[in-house]
DNA sequence: GTCCCAAGTTTCATATTATGGAACTCGCTT
DNA sequence: AAGCGAGTTCCATAATATGAAACTTGGGAC
């Protein structure tokens, strides 16, 4: 059974926000349907959060929505980490090299987290940002490549946490299979998603070694399959390779 | 005297946030000092932002931080709000085309908030973002090309409210002064930051009208006063005036 | 213009919940 | 092995959040 939240309004609070964040700004009473409580209840949340400047009320329509203090946060927690700034010069040139679009990811226990991406400037169409979201590390490009720089038993133990499934067709989910790819992203030096994440997208992956030789940073470049062919990929391999070599040499500098 | 908050633990829990927002990982005791807070009653505000994860603890030093969670409910944030999406491939042009850090305000209250960046790939020196941060109306060239856009009476009603101080020895801070601005900005189509809130950086700004003629949005041009001497500045001026145009006509081709 | 209804807001007695002092555990250092 | 600093758990108690109900407001409909 699953333990409980040892604060009751805290759980409550940031349903409200999960909720306002999913669905823009939304009326009292349609919140308090969603969230199953009572409407005097929400209001109470609601201008708890309004009297911190979370929240904003609209003086026309009265609808709640959150306000940018939550960006604010985003990106303190970001400011906060160095490895963004090592890598940013790096992935900018491999995005405009390849003109196609480059990510930074971070390990997070079995998932990986977006931690920053660069989309070359001609394909200028401005998808969702995946700044701050997850995606397992048995079906991602830089999820296998973290994973391939880990102890089999690592591998294992965390294959076993997975909520394994198949996501499109492709997505590999017998294990004895995975391990042979996971043997030659060891040997190849960089790993490759043909649509086990998202139909359409390839992509390629290398991770980044910190000094004492852990991986805990990835990296990919992304294009829809019609742009990365297997000639193509020959192409990024190098690129991606060298650029691997450059973030890890500067790693090293800073150590 | 101020109200008080209607939730006292939700005053303690984004305190708490806030806090570690600021300072990066920290022990409990270390937060319970800063905070004036129980260690018992931090222990269980974490344990509830653990719970929902949008705290970890790391398992070697027992530090407390906070997760990228916060990320990704800023980039829903983010997401909703369309006029990015429109302005992305102009202020992109713009970076490009002046070589320097342009910036996407949204009006909120009596100030500006970042809403988006874009920086020129060549001065690549990545400033902490700005995005989620706001700036007073009063002192700033966004601010000041919004205000311009709105009646008199507005202009001196968000003045009262505005908490008038110096920020650099050339802040403007003499309402009669400040109307005078106003005037020309008026004439101009355009404002100037001189330095006004931060030494050694000036910066270029205009103002984004929707269809009703409502001005809730700004862009600017922003660069190191040795980058922007008055002829640089003339160049700017053409620029950020055609984009202007090109962005409100893309703005009614939305309505 | 007035009636009505839907939506937001306020109130308050009550039960539930958060509180924080104290006791406990764990890992280092001396 | 004792002492210390840090995190964790427990629990009686006070304080707080709860939600039903009453109230207010504003925007149509007639």
Redesign the pocket.
Known sequence: MEEKN?????E?IFHTIECLAKYGPM????LSKELN?????V?????SLIFMDYVK?DPET??YSLSFKFCHISNQILAQNNMIDIARPYIKELAEQTGETVHLVQMDGINAVYIDKVEASKNSVRLVSMVGKSIPLYCSGVGKALLADMSDDKIQHIWEQSDIRKLTDYTVTDFDKFKKIIASIRKDGYSLDNEENELGVRCIAVSLKDYRGKSHYAISISAPKDRMSDEQLKNFQKLILQIKDQIQWEMGQRH
């Open positions: 040892p604060i009751q309004v805290s409550r009326g009292l009473l349609e409580l009572n409407k005097s209840t209001h109470r949340i609601l201008n009320q009265s609808k």
